[in-house]
Structures are given as structure tokens and as C-alpha cells.
């Protein structure tokens, strides 16, 4: 029993320490976690999803079951997204629109968080993994809009979730931290 709860304040000093890069425990998914940390505090996410390809419909949408209700994904290119909740993305200057497409679905939708990925450049999937570009992804939330970005370049299987990942991680440093 002494062993135990020397084990549980090590946990715990671990996760304190290392919560930027410690999300779960044992074999968790990001996605897991962050849907179960919206639903313990009964908050909602949008998603708009322009650029992986609906890994995050698929990754989010595979949770429904535990967790209905939580998340709502729209994917599809920014300007059908954009006219589906009427925002007016037009003047807005390029690295701030995924931003704004954020807090336009969390606006629209009402809900607590909302996330958007930016639309990927019009390149084969080969291009882009040779590419220097980068992507940039948003969460629109309670204190305001954080943007993230991540490179293109690497290996294009897994491009679309890296993008899916990285915007989920950006959710998740926002969220209060439940590590049990």
C-alpha cells in the first residue's frame, strides 16, 4: 500500500511537469482524451476540418458512441465550410483565416471549442511531402483564438493525420488537464 501511493505521487508529479507532452495514460488516443475531457465538463466541439482528409470526422467520429453528442465535424474546403455558417472570410489576411473560421463555427454552432484546419495548397500529396510549406491549424475557445502551424514535408501517408493530430493537440493544451 506504501508502494502504491508512492507510485500515484509520482504519477502525478510526472504529469504536472511533462503536461505539454503527457496527454493520457498507457495506450490512450489523443482523441480519446480530449473527448473525454470536453464531455467531464459537458462542453461541446465543432470541427472544420480542411485539410486531413476527414481523419478527424473518422478519428472523433469513432468515439460517438462513448461519447455522443460531443464533437460535430464538417469537413469539406473552407468556402463551402465558410458559407455553411455564414462567415465572411473575404478580407481577411491569410494567416489569420483559419483563426476566424474557428471563432465563426464556434459562433454559429454554440459551442464551447471549436477547431479548424486550413486548407492544404492544391499539390499532389508527393509535392507536399517534398514541400517547405506549412499548414496552420486553429482552436476558438472561452479566452480567445490560438493558431498552431505544422510543415507539409515528410512522409504524405500520414500527412493528414499529423494535421488531425496537431489541431487536437492544440485542444487539448487548452483543456484542463484529467490524466485518470
Known amino acids: 500500500e ?12 510526472i504529469a504536472s511537469r511533462l503536461s505539454r507532452y503527457v496527454y493520457g495514460v498507457e495506450d490512450e488516443e489523443l482523441e480519446f482524451v480530449v473527448l473525454r475531457n470536453l464531455a467531464h465538463y459537458r462542453w461541446t466541439l465543432a470541427v472544420a476540418d ?8 473518422r478519428a472523433l467520429g469513432s468515439l460517438d458512441a462513448t461519447y455522443p453528442g460531443i464533437a460535430t465535424v ?11 455558417i455564414g ?5 481577411e489576411t491569410h494567416q489569420y483565416r483559419v483563426g476566424r473560421l474557428a471563432a465563426a463555427l464556434r459562433e454559429e454552432l ?12 492544391e499539390m499532389s500529396l508527393e509535392e507536399l ?3 517547405r510549406l506549412r499548414v496552420r491549424v486553429a482552436v476558438a475557445g472561452p479566452d480567445g483564438i490560438l493558431v498552431d502551424s505544422l510543415p507539409v514535408g515528410g512522409n504524405p501517408a500520414i500527412l493528414h493525420a499529423r494535421i488531425g493530430k496537431t489541431a487536437l493537440d492544440l485542444l487539448r493544451r487548452e483543456l484542463p488537464s484529467r490524466l485518470s
Open 2 to 13: 506504501e508502494c502504491q501511493v508512492k507510485i500515484e505521487r509520482a504519477s502525478q508529479e
Open 50 to 57: 480542411c485539410s486531413s482528409a476527414g481523419w478527424l470526422g
Open 74 to 84: 464538417l469537413s469539406g474546403t473552407e468556402a463551402t465550410i465558410a458559407r455553411v
Open 87 to 91: 462567415a465572411d472570410l473575404d478580407d
Open 110 to 121: 454554440r459551442v464551447k471549442y471549436a477547431l479548424a484546419t486550413e486548407p492544404l495548397p
Open 129 to 131: 511531402g517534398q514541400s
